[in-house]
């Protein structure tokens, strides 16, 4: 398997919310399924088979989890020093056709969220940016129209 770059953030929150998940989320599930199974007929109890499924949920993310943390490669983008786009790096771009600004910051595919700017590495517009310096260009092909971004300025918080 390969191993998949995240930042410490995005580290932690997936390890909280494994943690929420095995000493809250877990133990009240098996508490719901027991007070369940103690009304009676299982056939139809809607709170049971509610609760059975609610189990498998539960055990499917924390296997996930258990994976995505198993596989990552935690990168402090604070200690990287370029001039280059890459990993971690937060990066304040140009729209050339429609003269807007955008800011990114490109991180692992498991913790790219659009809408608070974090795209992932792996992305159309991530491919398109890693390796480039300020005053290039990159070029990305949408289904839409084909965006071009002026790199104004590279940061690694």
Do not use: C, W
């Not at 499924?53 to 935690?74: H, T, W």
């Amino acid at each position: 398997m390969n191993r998949v770059p995240m930042t410490p953030g995005g580290y932690q929150k997936l390890k909280e919310e494994l943690e929420r998940l095995l000493k809250v989320d877990r133990p009240k599930n098996i508490q719901d399924i027991a007070e369940a199974r103690a009304h009676g007929d299982l056939s139809e109890n809607a709170e049971y088979h509610a609760a059975k499924e609610k189990q498998s949920f539960l055990e499917g993310r924390i296997q996930e989890l258990q994976a995505k943390l198993s596989l990552a490669d935690v990168i402090d983008p604070s200690k990287i020093t370029q001039s280059r786009i890459a990993f971690g790096a937060t990066v304040k771009v140009v729209d050339i056709g429609a003269d807007e600004e955008y800011e990114f910051i490109l991180v692992g595919p498991d913790e790219a969220n659009v809408k608070s700017g974090k795209i992932s590495i792996t992305s159309p517009v991530g491919k398109a940016l890693i390796g480039k310096e300020v005053g290039d260009v990159a070029v990305v092909k949408a289904p839409a129209r084909t965006i071009e971004y002026e790199i104004q300025e590279i940061n690694f918080v």
